[in-house]
């Protein structure tokens, strides 16, 4: 009975690694993320059943990266890997979504006469929504962080610079 149960064991240990945890889906980022992910999921299932079909590719790619960057918040990728600057690179998805999820709503909304489109391009438009709702809040993040950064880290350097510049010259 311990080898049969070691396996569910197992899988259940791996599905909660890859969820996210209680702390970060209840913040403001982890629910921001988790809409994300569920309405470009349900745009995209709308988008498959609808004529509007030529429209598929956009709401699948934002749904897999929304679902990359739940997975790297949520598990703490990001701080183990420095190669990108995250909150940058998160503020570059969610301005272009929210742009193409916009554009794509109202042409399947104008354009097409199903139901399927129009329930796409009403997901599309409450996905616009928050993708726009999270670059604003991102966007106010990395003004901030700058604000603080330009004015403690802007003068020690120069001066430092400046000193040695000076001396070089003599």
């Known amino acids: 009975m311990g080898d049969i149960e070691a396996p569910s064991s197992t899988r ?9 945890t209680k702390e970060f889906a209840s913040s403001r980022k982890g629910m921001l993320l988790i809409a994300e992910v569920a309405l470009s999921f349900i745009a995209f299932v709308c988008f498959v059943a609808s004529s ?3 429209f598929v590719t956009a709401p699948l790619l934002e749904f897999l990266a929304a ?12 701080e183990r890997f420095k190669g990108f ?10 301005v272009s979504a929210s742009i193409i999820f916009f554009i794509i709503s109202i042409l399947a909304v104008s354009k097409y006469v199903d ?3 129009k329930a796409a391009g009403v997901f599309g438009f409450i996905a616009t929504i928050v993708f726009a709702l999270d670059f604003y809040i991102i966007f106010n993040d990395l003004a901030d962080f700058l604000k603080q950064g ?5 003068e020690s350097p120069r001066h430092q610079d400046d000193d040695s510049s000076y001396a070089d010259s003599d």
């Not at 600057?85 to 969610?94: A, G, I, S, V």
């Open 12 to 20: 259940r240990t791996v599905l909660l690694s890859i969820l996210p």
């Open 52 to 54: 509007a079909a030529a």
């Open 67 to 78: 679902l990359f960057l739940l997975f790297a918040y949520s598990t703490k990728f990001n």
């Open 85 to 94: 600057y995250w909150p940058l690179m998160d503020f570059l998805r969610c």
């Open 115 to 117: 139901g399927a489109s």
């Open 150 to 154: 330009g004015e403690s880290n802007e």
